[in-house]
Every structure is written in C-alpha cells, then in structure tokens.
C-alpha cells in the first residue's frame, strides 16, 4: 500500500475563529442545525444579510424573528462585522471542531463499485485502529478511471490500491529502469 501526502483543504483561519467562538458559547447543536436549515431553506436570507443597502437594525429584527433565540447574538455579531458571506464555512468548521472534540476522523474512498457494509466496516476499523479514533465518517466516491480497486484519503494520507495506481507505479519503475541503462 502506497501512501502520498497531498495538503488538505481548509477553512479560512477568519471561519475557523468565528467557529471556535460558536463552539465555546456552547450552542446546542439543535440550534445550529436549525439556523442551518433555515439558510438552506431560504437561501434569500443569505442575499438580505451581505448586501449593504439593507439596514443593520432590519437585518438584526430579522434575526430576532427568524432564527433560534440560542444563536441570535452570535449571528447578529456575525452580521454586524459583515461576515455572513462566510456562513457556511464557518458552520463547516464548526463541524471539524466538534467531530474533533468527538474524536472522529473523516476519510474518502474513491471507487469504481460502491463496498458492501462488511468492507465499510472494515475500512472503518482500520482508521479508528490507525488514527486511534473513537469513529470514522467515510465518503464514498465513484471514479471509473481508477479501473478496479480503490483510493482511500485521509487528512494529508492517500492509500492507493488501485489498479490505475498500480499501473502508473509500474510505469513510473520501468522508466527509472530505463534511464538507468541508457
């Protein structure tokens, strides 16, 4: 099994502190989850919150009316230093935090056929073992150019056991061999 580091993507450093200070104001996550779902749902709120011409005393009645009481000031502090553009990164490292805090590890696998529960099972186990996580949330991607077997992606770690990546390996070996006896 081969590994490569490759860099992972991350929030902005802006979302991240935002996100730290939701967590440490110790919202429920119903709470978050709802005003989640409210931006989803009316994605309009979303407009009304970064544009400029709208008043900061409407956009703070607004959260008042609209969103859980619980999350109210963190929003309005949001909005007040014009970060709302930023909502949904800021949720998503909200999520990294807690999942942190939870001690659960977040992996992808890319394949060409979807595994059976027996082998998400399996790839479960080995992250917990290896990363020494208490669960492993996986993603599961398809990707026919891979040909057959799969890509595991873990933070910064790879696991290649695909047959492309076999065949470029082996590529890749023939040529050193190459230039060698040239």
Do not use: W
Not at 20 to 46: D, G, N, Q, W, Y
Not at 139 to 168: A, C, H, N, P, W
Request: hydrophobic share 35%; net charge positive.
């Amino acid at each position: 099994m081969t590994i490569k580091r490759e860099s992972k993507l991350r929030c902005s450093s802006l979302a991240a502190g935002y996100a730290r200070v939701l967590l440490e104001m110790e919202v429920s996550e119903e709470a978050v989850k709802e005003t989640r779902e409210i931006f989803k749902e009316v994605p309009r709120l979303s407009d009304m919150f970064v544009n400029p011409t709208v008043a900061l005393k409407k956009k703070m009645r607004v959260i008042d009316r609209v969103f859980p009481q619980e999350i109210g000031n963190f929003l309005k502090a949001v909005c007040r230093y014009r970060r709302m553009r930023i909502i949904d990164e800021i949720f998503t490292a909200y999520d990294g935090y807690k999942d942190e805090q939870a001690d659960i590890i977040h992996a992808c696998l890319i394949c060409t056929t979807p595994p059976d529960e027996r082998q998400i099972k399996g790839i479960e186990n080995f992250l917990c073992r290896k990363y020494s996580a208490q669960k492993a949330k996986i993603t599961v991607q398809g990707d026919d150019s891979l040909i057959g077997g799969f890509i595991l992606r873990v933070g910064s770690d790879e696991y290649d056991r695909s047959i492309k990546g076999r065949m470029d390996r082996l590529e890749q070996d023939l040529r050193t061999v190459q230039v060698r006896y040239s």
